[in-house]
């Protein structure tokens, strides 16, 4: 069974620093992307960033481009993303995702699965 666990939300001030971390147990496939994605309550889940497991190719969202950074530890199978700058719209609950791809692109193959969620607040 494929289990996402992340840890390292909470409540920092703007232009503050977070980073969260997810781990994935169970998942069997070398060829992967792993993703964090974001919701507000009301609004629909999007895309911050995405990293693949060869190549380590990466993407991210434009809100976040030069602010945040995601990283892998294939091995390991984690992901961390680094958030700097943050702001008070970066306030959302942060869901850790993962995908088997085909070779470092980002099409998918087969099921996908998801995190718990961290909130993470931003708020003087």
């Known amino acids: 069974q494929v289990q996402l666990v992340e840890s390292g939300g909470g409540l920092v001030q703007p232009g503050g620093s977070l980073r969260l971390s997810c781990a994935a147990s169970?998942?069997?496939?070398?060829?992967?992307?792993m993703s964090w994605y974001r919701q507000v309550p009301g609004e629909e889940r999007e895309l911050v960033a995405s990293?693949?497991?060869?190549?380590?190719?990466?993407k991210y969202a434009d809100a976040v481009k030069g602010r945040f950074t995601i990283t892998r530890d294939s091995n390991k199978r984690t992901v961390a993303l680094q958030m700097n700058m943050l702001k008070p719209e970066d306030t959302a609950v942060y869901y850790c995702h993962i995908m088997r791809t085909s070779g470092s692109g980002w099409t998918k193959i087969g099921e996908d699965y998801w995190g718990q969620g961290a909130q993470v607040t931003v708020s003087s």
């Open positions: 990293i693949t497991s060869v190549a380590a190719n990466t």
């Open positions: 169970g998942f069997p496939f070398t060829n992967w992307a």
